[in-house]
T-cell receptor, first 114, second 116 residues
Framework: AAGVIQSPRHLIKEKRETATLKCYPI?????VYWYQQGPGQDPQFLIS???????DKGSIPDRFSAQQFSDYHSELNMSSLELGDSALYFC?????????????FGPGTRLTVL | AQKVTQAQTEISVVEKEDVTLDCVYE???????LFWYKQPPSGELVFLIR??????QNEISGRYSWNFQKSTSSFNFTITASQVVDSAVYFC?????????????FGKGTHLIIQP
């Protein structure tokens, strides 16, 4: 079965650079979630989208922005990168934009900021 | 506000022992969902179970079992006859049933080490 696709899988950036992470949900999934997991930490919810509209917002820094496109893929844009942004970024997708349906997680993008 | 507490940061047992991972949650919501995820060293998050707040039935899946007790706000996870492949970080998570695409609130995780 098709899973959530995240690209790139690994990314290395310098401080103050920008980065764009991409997420392709499971086919027919219309809801996307972004999470950040720092080293040795639990995943922290950043933001979610349902039908291309922002649905819920967590602890997303102002330097980050995200959107969901007409084909339901999503991109997380990160500017003025800091060392503390080094983390594993997960995307998850689900159906229907409600809290009942299970979130299926992608493999994650590992961002390293030097 | 929601909160998930996994008091055990690390547990080490010898293979074939039974082990229980504790999870205590806090929420003001009457309807919510509880989850367990496994994160092996490779890093992916593997879904194990979801439990609706109205369903307090315990569940067994092979060597895994879950005990949900609303009275104590706990959702504990037991692995019977543990195996080395069970070594991973296990996260308990909570989700508000507010009708929208709400994010999960995770606990800090329990690092389970199964020694051969």
């Amino acid at each position: 079965a098709a899973g959530v696709i995240q690209s790139p899988r690994h990314l290395i950036k310098e401080k103050r650079e920008t980065a764009t992470l991409k997420c392709y949900p499971i086919p027919r999934h219309d809801t996307v979630y972004w999470y950040q997991q720092g080293p040795g930490q639990d995943p922290q919810f950043l933001i979610s989208f349902y039908e291309k509209m922002q649905s819920d917002k967590g602890s997303i820094p102002d330097r980050f922005s995200a959107q969901q496109f007409s084909d339901y893929h999503s991109e997380l844009n990160m500017s003025s990168l800091e060392l503390g942004d080094s983390a594993l970024y997960f995307c998850a997708s689900s159906v229907g934009g409600n809290s009942y349906n299970e979130q299926f997680f992608g493999p994650g993008t590992r961002l390293t900021v030097l | 506000a929601q909160k998930v507490t996994q008091a055990q940061t690390e547990i080490s047992v010898v293979e074939k022992e039974d082990v229980t991972l504790d999870c205590v949650y806090e929420t003001r919501d009457t309807t919510y969902y509880l989850f367990w995820y496994k994160q092996p060293p490779s890093g992916e998050l593997v879904f194990l179970i979801r439990r609706n707040s109205f369903d307090e039935q315990n569940e067994i899946s092979g060597r895994y079992s879950w005990n949900f007790q609303k009275s104590t706000s706990s959702f504990n996870f037991t692995i019977t006859a543990s195996q080395v492949v069970d070594s991973a970080v296990y996260f308990c998570a909570l989700r508000y049933s507010g009708g929208g695409a709400d994010g999960l609130t995770f606990g800090k995780g329990t690092h389970l080490i199964i020694q051969p």
